[in-house]
């Protein structure tokens, strides 16, 4: 089964574990932690969005200029712009790219971050207004005529565009551990993106997002993501070493404490992974759960310690869940971006493909 691997953009140097005091873009940073990216050999780096950050089109369209393999995700809130003008620009970052552009829809998880520009729908509307957002971008990509559209959320007359993806759509990704997620995603997405919680429970998860798929009529399924936080180190004893460490750092920075004071944990996917870390530090092979308490289960939070052997092989029992992106990122950005690509990327990929000359 082949695998690609997805990483996570970062403009300048602040770290989760040594935070700086800008909060700016570094132009040369940005452009050597892409080219480091496109060295490791990720096949995809997402580009995330938060209310009060930088706009992650630019930032697709700046690493799209100095990389040749690695493929931008843009993240984007349906509330923050119009679908026709999204669909025109991802058309165009992918035309810019040589056809590497991907998005990710994000409903929202937080009503508080939601409101802040303006959104005041419930999680429900967001999720209905997330599936519309879909289709109309799907048929501006498409449509060759131009096409009126009435929807609960959106509505507009004779609108056309004369941009298109180089392969006439764009892949669509739509993330979530709730049933709204599920069934947006498992009728329209491309690609369903998933926390990193344990093998039992992520294959509940994709059995959820499945029949969804089936049940909307899809004759294909979407594609599995599923998020890690790796911790290696060159044995065991010191990669623990290393975990514990930055399990300390992280509660030094009071990062549960933000989330509480920014409303708590309100979407389904935090919850789940603070009630996992709840009944157990370790699950499986090698999957860590403190930090996601010590996080307040913001993002994607649990950790996969060990050896680049061991973090490789618990990434292949995933695979053979039937996961198909695999997104990893770690707490040194480029470093460990650097190290991934020396040590884990090549284990799980020789190790496919010796599965794959044996068959």
Not at 134 to 145: D, G, N, Q
């Amino acid at each position: 089964m082949p695998v690609e691997f997805i990483s996570a953009s970062y403009v300048n140097d602040s770290t989760e574990l040594n935070p700086t005091s800008s909060k700016g873009i570094d132009p040369k940073f940005l452009v050597r932690y892409a080219r480091a990216l496109d060295d490791a050999g990720f096949d995809y780096t997402l580009l995330p969005y938060g209310s009060s950050g930088w706009d992650p089109f630019s930032v697709a369209a700046a690493v799209s200029q100095h990389t040749e393999r690695v493929r931008p995700i843009v993240a984007l809130r349906p509330n923050t712009m119009y679908p026709t003008v999204a669909a025109k620009a991802l058309a165009t970052l992918d035309q810019l790219s040589g056809g590497r552009a991907t998005v990710h829809i994000i409903s929202g998880g937080n009503t508080i971050e939601q409101a802040r520009e303006g959104d005041r729908l419930d999680k429900v509307a967001r999720y209905e207004r997330s599936a519309e957002y879909i289709e109309i971008m799907r048929r501006a990509w498409a449509s060759e005529k131009p096409f009126d559209h009435a929807g609960t959320h959106y509505s507009f007359e004779n609108f056309h565009s004369e941009i298109r993806p180089l392969a006439g759509t764009i892949p669509v990704s739509v993330g979530g551990s709730s049933e709204d997620a599920y069934r947006v995603g498992g009728a329209l997405g491309d690609i369903f993106g998933l926390w990193g919680e344990p093998l039992a429970e992520t294959k509940q998860q994709m059995d959820a997002v499945f029949e969804q798929a089936r049940l909307a009529g899809r004759t294909d399924r979407p594609r599995i993501w599923v998020t890690f936080r790796p911790i290696i180190a060159p044995t065991e004893e010191l990669a623990w070493e290393r975990a514990h460490r930055t399990l300390a750092k992280l509660d030094g920075n009071g990062s549960a404490a933000a989330v509480a004071a920014d409303g708590g944990v309100q979407n389904v996917g935090s919850q789940r992974l603070l009630d996992i870390a709840a009944r157990g530090e370790l699950h499986d092979r090698a999957l860590w759960t403190p930090v996601a308490t010590a996080t307040g289960g913001r993002g994607a939070s649990t950790a996969l310690v060990g050896t680049p052997e061991t973090v490789a092989a618990a990434i292949l029992d995933y695979i053979d869940l039937g996961a198909e992106l695999i997104s990893i990122r770690g707490y040194d950005n480029l470093n460990d971006a650097i190290d991934y690509g020396r040590y884990v990327l090549p284990i799980v990929r020789q190790e496919l493909a010796s599965r794959e000359r044996a068959a």
